[in-house]
DNA sequence: GGTAGACCTGGACGC
DNA sequence: GCGTCCAGGTCTACC
């Protein structure tokens, strides 16, 4: 069964999986070149299929190699046009980035979008663990979740799709400790938890009506998230207002505008302060003199 | 508002 | 092989 979908110009997938470490925790997968990208993903139904995802004229083409009902046809469209931010309009960061050398080339390479998780729950999991933790730890903490808790594919049970809150919440904080999240187990626990049980409902966070001062209260009221992951799940939904400040962070600024010396997390703020709700966007994408 | 220390794990390093 | 040190962000206590 094949899909297509249309997304705002300009368009790159290839920029999409390029744009964070996302492709490469589980169940994202791509291919060397960046021109695939697949994805096993538990339906509301039940069934777990495997997304097979590649540009095509003017958006992708989604492939599912089992037939799909209606419903679960406008669940893998709705789920894709999500994960890749295909209704996203970036026209007016890229009016502003094009007076700014350090992002001129964001426009002509379709630079901008970030690629997510179809939920924010799986998104906000991921984001916890990536604080405090080397990327090897995260993807192997990742990787320990999917495996032990997700679905496997029927075609091939050694790939998985991301566990639902209920999946996880079944479970207990000695366990999540056993298989490697350690401190950051009652984190999760508790996250999936009052997600399954409705009591914190984070999709609603999506949603255009919410001022994102309020989301990012909310957000910082989940035990383990902090500024810097607020801000990371932020960018993840289209508010590109804060600024995900990490220990590169305060590297490469330093060694951009303060001659290498220390600095605070203020001094980042105001580098950046100019960009306005598309400070995160500046900063995602900033060709730094310095790479490390 | 800023700072220090605990939390946990894997990797690097020295012996 | 073993022990030590370090990196990483959040949370809490304290100033």
Redesign the pocket.
Known sequence: MLLTLSACPPFSLRAIIGSHGWVQLAPFAADPQATLLTRVERLESGRVVELHIREARGGVAVEVRDSLTGAEREEVSRKVWWMLGLGEDLSPFYTLARQEPHLAHVEPQALGRILRSPTLFEDAVK??L?????W??TQ?MVEALVTRYGDPLPTNPARNAFPTPAQIAASDEETL??I??????P?ILSLARRVAEGSLDLEALKRDSLPTPEIHRRL?A???????????LLMLIGRYDHLP???????MVSQEWYGGRPV???EIEAQFEHWGDWKGLAYWFWAWSRED
């Open positions: 984001v916890i990536t604080t405090n933790t080397a090897s730890g192997r400790r056993t490697g999240l350690g401190y950051r187990a984190s910082l989940i035990p383990g998230i902090g500024h810097y992951a607020a801000a990371c400040v990490d220990s590169n962070a305060y590297r605070s997390r203020s």
